[in-house]
């Protein structure tokens, strides 16, 4: 899967490596259940009800660590 975000200034979407994203992550999530959260998420591309299954919670707890470290995960991309 490959991440696009739209780059402030310019306004275009900008595409992201995998190895960038789980950078960015171990740095600025610290717990590894987020972490784990995470990376199924935005570099294998499950549904919130697939990683929730995965992870053994809630469809709406997963949307909720997900919103949590959103910004902060995008913020510090390059």
Do not use: W
Not at 45 to 53: K, M, N, P, R, S
Request: hydrophobic residues 35%; glycine residues 2%; contains cysteine.
């Amino acid at each position: 899967m490959q991440l696009l975000q739209r780059d402030r200034k310019s306004q275009e979407m900008k595409p992201y490596l995998n190895s960038e994203i789980n950078r960015v992550i171990d740095e600025v999530v610290h717990s590894a259940r987020d972490r784990k959260v995470l990376r199924l998420r935005y570099v294998d591309g499950l549904t919130y009800e697939q990683i929730a299954e995965a992870c053994e919670l809630s469809p709406r707890y997963v949307a909720k660590i997900i919103h949590k470290h959103e910004m902060a995960v995008f913020n510090n991309l390059p």
